[in-house]
């Protein structure tokens, strides 16, 4: 399967769009393959597009100020990596996105999208179910697994809802994400084998 095949079908699995609509859509696309480690978007800079992963894996990542970095998300393959902040406020990206494996995305300009979007009832069913799943319904249920669940909780959540991540992503990766030290995150991994709660 091509990219802008799979990226139809990922757009329909939310509203299928007329053949018209996604014609507009592919015309304002193009593909860019991205080697391991690779950014897509840097930190501070201006970004005009945000994308659609057909394969890989990359990660969502913020750097503080003394230079520590929390990786907020990873992106597989169907999903939509972007700094949407940034693009809606034309400012510096605040998060930056990296590959950490080979990938291959499809680039969508914003702008364009936007317009297209404004005055399309297709693409806003589509904008309106696609947010309430993955920004309003997962961003909760993020904020709430960060506060309510202790470090080994949080792992172990990880691997019931993300299990083909566990071996893909760096450790040190992962334990960004979790909000742990990668010696903690080694403890607690050797812990649940000692105990038999993980293999």
């Known amino acids: 399967m ?3 095949t799979r990226l139809k079908q990922a757009v329909d699995a939310y509203y299928r769009l007329s053949q018209e609509t996604w014609s507009a859509i592919a015309a304002i696309t193009s593909i860019k393959l991205l080697a391991k480690d690779e950014w ?13 992963l057909h394969q890989g894996l990359v990660r969502l990542v913020n750097t503080n100020a003394a230079g520590q970095e929390y990786n907020k998300r990873f992106f597989v393959a169907g999903e939509f990596p972007g700094v949407m902040r940034a693009l809606h406020r ?3 990206a605040n998060q930056g ?9 499809v680039l969508i300009k914003f702008k364009q999208f936007r317009a297209l979007l404004m005055d399309n009832p297709e693409l806003m069913r589509f904008q309106i179910l696609y947010l309430e799943k993955n920004w309003l319904l997962e961003k909760d249920k993020r904020e709430l ?29 992962l ?12 403890r607690i991994r050797k812990s ?4 038999g709660s993980f293999t």
Not at 156 to 166: M, V
Not at 192 to 195: A, C, E, R, T
Request: no cysteine.
């Open 145 to 173: 697994y960060m506060v309510q669940l202790d470090a080994t909780e949080r792992y172990l959540s990880f691997l019931k809802e993300q299990p083909e991540l566990a071996e893909r992503v760096p450790q040190y990766h």
């Open 192 to 195: 649940l084998k000692n105990s």
């Open 175 to 186: 334990a960004s994400h979790l909000g742990i030290t990668p010696t903690q995150l080694s």
């Open 97 to 105: 996105i990296q590959a950490l494996e080979a990938s291959q995305v």
């Open 2 to 4: 091509d990219a802008l």
């Open 40 to 52: 897509l978007y840097k930190e501070g800079e201006y970004l005009t597009t945000f994308a659609f």
């Open 90 to 92: 034309q400012e510096p």
